[in-house]
């Protein structure tokens, strides 16, 4: 409940303390007195949009106080958590301009952003009038209140969009991920298979090179150690034989001068025994088949190419392979993949349209409950001719289902219904929205209505059956109304009049809490006008004395 506001220096008001009680409070006064002012300097605490120069003239700063009782189940508690703002049973909201146009807001007096003001207001005030800004004349705010109005629970069926949201959301992936292996299967499966036969292993190609070289080199030197094991095999060991054993038989003749050249005679024939025997092993170590230098040389000269083919180094062929197969393995076992996400998405599908076709049969359902309250509603205001109807249309399904919600109306018998912004007259249109507001109430538990001369275009019955049903509405809520209905101010618990009075050449706005003879000069006024006659009197106690 909004118990006070204060002022300070705010367009045409100096200072102005008021405190509202419970109930149906009502403003009144002369057009220009300053009533709208209020409603902007109330708008200005709570964050809302509005006019930017509100400065006092000749002020430095303009300031403006609401505090509120917050009981402990009022939704502002949360909001306040949200914002990292200790909760209390007394809110003070705080907003200055200055006049260089800088803006500070204080929420218990701690500074806050004026998003945070805002999301306070949410569950603080509602500001209604002919010209409806906050939800009830849009369509696209229609399913919500019809939801509110219902209290639907909705996390369910979020929850289902959300989970059929990420299983198209993986099914597309697979999909994309697959067509594009797809594009590819042909090489995929060529190079697998060409990879697979070949089986390269890491360090083959420098083995192959390094033994294709020896090969290489053999090749060329072995003609030539050929030639010189024929040398040695054709008879110099026999030659030297026999020149041994000659040398032998008259050795103990020549009186040991022979002893030395036989020493060397003996060690030539062991070397070149030796020798020989060297060059044979040669030759056979470098002995081997012309054709295993060609099987080689084929296996080492498939792995380079089918390296540059696949642009890696020879001794990466094995790891391609490996990621070659991989790709392919997914291509093979994809589509069972898809056949499993294929099912997900049903599943998650088939859930979330049960749910919706669940919450739109309880949106029917609640359609009717409120059309019937609607028209109970619209009796007492002299509209008991007219028809409301809450209509349901399908549209493309989101979070909150596949309905699209649209109050219609129609204000007399045989007039095409229609949205109820653009069918109802402002008198109308002004008892619709009270009779809407008056059914959605209860949803909204601890917020104080505003309604800005919602009661414009009607008169004396149907203005009294205006005023009851605010009067009635204030029975279960904080309810300011702005009027220029003697009727509607007649029925109010608590009555104030807004008016301008001119100081030092300065015109200042005002508002006083009337007494009750005060109320009866007032509404005088608003039935008579400038002259106030004893009759207009009269009637104003009258009026008094029936709400």
Known sequence: MLRILEIRDVLIIDRLDLSFQPGLNVLTGETGAGKSILLDALGFVLGWRGRADLV??????????????????????AVLKAAGLEPADELILRRTNSSDGRKSAYVNDRRASGE???????????????????????????????????????????????ARADALRDLTAAESALAAIRAEEDFLRHA??????????????????TQRRSMQGASRIREDIARAQQVLGQGADPALQDALRWLAGVSDKAEARLDAPLGALERAIAELAEAQSGVESCLDALDFDETALERLEERL???RALARKHG??????????????????????????????????????????????????????????????????????????AVFRTELAPQQPGPD?????????????????????????????????????????GQTPGLTLIFDEIDRGVGGATADA???????????????????????AALGAHHWRVEKRVENDMTLSTVVALTREARVEEIARMLAGDTITQAARDAARALLAGG
């Open 466 to 488: 205006v005023g009851r049903r605010l009067a009635h509405l204030s029975q279960d809520a904080q309810v300011l109304v702005v009027t220029h209905s003697p009727q509607v």
């Open 401 to 441: 289902g596949q309905d699209e919600v649209t109050f219609t109306v129609a204000p007399n018998p045989g007039a095409p219904a229609g949205p109820l912004n653009r069918i109802a007259s402002g008198g109308e249109l002004s008892r619709f929205l009270l009779a809407l507001k008056v059914c959605l109430t």
């Open 56 to 77: 006092r003239s000749g002020a430095d700063q303009g300031e403006v106080t609401a505090v509120f009782d917050l009981p402990q189940n009022h939704a502002a508690r």
């Open 192 to 209: 697998v298979a060409e990879l697979n036969k070949l089986d390269p292993k890491a360090g083959e190609e420098a083995a192959l090179d």
């Open 312 to 385: 890696v180094l020879p001794d990466d062929l094995g790891p391609h392979a490996d990621v070659l197969r991989a790709r392919l393995d997914a291509l093979d076992g994809g589509e069972r993949g898809l056949i499993r996400l294929r099912q997900a998405a049903s599943t998650a599908e088939a859930d979330f349209t049960r749910r919706a076709e669940a919450m739109t049969q309880a949106r029917r359902l609640a359609g009717v409950r409120l059309d019937s309250a609607m028209q109970g509603e619209l009796a007492p205001l002299k509209m008991e001719r």
């Open 116 to 162: 945070v003001l805002r999301d306070l207001s949410e569950t603080l005030v509602e500001l209604h009038g002919q010209h409806d800004d906050r939800g009830l004349l849009n369509p696209r705010g229609h399913r919500q209140l019809l939801d509110s109005f219902a209290a639907l629970d909705l996390s369910g069926l979020r929850a289902a969009w959300r």
């Open 301 to 303: 000269f498939a792995i």
